[in-house]
């Protein structure tokens, strides 16, 4: 069973950082593409940023390139989203998701960012 | 970018009855190298994450009710419930894929009417 695993949310000041991070298990991680979808309260989904299976390609949204970094480690099964200059409106659960090529197949439960003084 | 247009907004169904969701894209997600559709549906329930439906704008993932089916090509989709359940009621979301960046639709919320 694929299992995806948020940790790192949590309240941070505008202009800060945060580290997030995702534990996958149940499946064989290098072979998915990997995906960062947030969702704002009470607001529908927004994709955030891919990875390829070896890392060589990456993908953003405009809103956040420049300011966000997605990065995956195969050998310890994680995904990784280095989240700098933070604005208000990043505030979102962050859900970790994979699949076969760029569709969405597994979602993690999420984990909450709130960015706010 | 791909802008993705969900219709209705909302909708409140009998039980029993057939819910139809829209889905609209800016471009064609239709690939001419395979002849697929690059079109995801997901269900969401409130406090949990989104769950996958159908890919490929018609493949159902095992598991999935067979009173759920997804229908449409090119530029125009449609979910389709076919006798709505109480556990149906949820947001549904379509979903591109095609290219990135990646882009959802607005999403639509079934209850029961």
């Known amino acids: 069973e694929v299992q995806l695993v948020e940790s790192g949310g949590g309240l941070v000041q505008p202009g800060g950082s945060l580290r997030l991070s995702c534990a996958a298990s149940g499946f064989t991680f290098s072979t998915y593409w990997m995906n960062w979808v947030r969702q704002a309260p009470g607001k529908g989904l927004e994709w955030v940023a891919n990875i390829k299976q070896d890392g060589s390609d990456k993908n953003y949204i405009n809103s956040v390139n420049g300011r966000f970094s997605i990065s995956r480690d195969n050998a310890k099964n994680s995904l990784y989203l280095q989240m700098d200059s933070l604005r208000a409106e990043d505030t979102a659960v962050y859900y970790c998701a994979g699949g076969a090529g760029y569709l969405i197949d597994s979602w993690g439960q999420g984990t909450l960012v709130t960015v706010s003084s | ?113």
């Open chain 2, 1 to 113: 970018d791909i802008v993705m247009t969900q219709s209705p907004d909302s909708l409140a169904v009998s039980l029993g009855e057939r819910a139809t969701i829209n889905c609209k894209s800016s471009q064609s997600l239709l690939s001419r190298s395979n002849n697929r559709n690059y079109l995801a549906w997901y269900q969401q329930k409130p406090g949990q994450p989104p769950k996958f439906l159908i890919s490929w704008a018609s493949t159902r993932e095992s598991g999935v009710p067979d009173r759920f089916s997804g229908s449409g090509s090119g530029t125009d989709f449609t979910l389709t419930i076919s006798s709505l359940q109480a556990e149906d009621v949820a947001l549904y979301y379509c979903l591109q894929y095609y290219g990135a960046p990646l882009t959802f639709g607005g999403g639509t919320k079934v209850e029961i009417k």
